[in-house]
């Protein structure tokens, strides 16, 4: 279980390969194709709509570096 921001969350897999991020009271959030990405969505974008806390932006303005693997 993965908790961000109060939101009490666990990622299920299914029989499918794919991933959802699902609240503790049965919500489900985001589905993707790797358990790394629904993590990041759900954390840094979806709980923090859920919030209002979300500004819209979910990369560095003017920012040189790309994170990653490529």
């Known amino acids: 279980m993965h ?3 109060n939101h009490k969350y666990t990622i ?3 029989c499918f390969g794919l991933f959802t991020s699902v609240l503790h009271d049965g919500t489900r959030m985001v589905t993707g194709l790797t358990e790394e ?3 990041r969505c759900t954390d840094e974008i979806h709980i923090p709509v859920m919030q209002g806390t979300f ?3 979910t990369s560095k303005p003017k920012a040189s570096v790309v994170n990653g693997k490529l």
Do not use: I
Request: aromatic residues 8%; hydrophobic residues 25%; proline residues 0%.
């Open 55 to 57: 500004d819209g932006w």
């Open 3 to 5: 908790m961000e921001n």
């Open 12 to 14: 299920e897999e299914s």
């Open 37 to 39: 990405s629904v993590r």
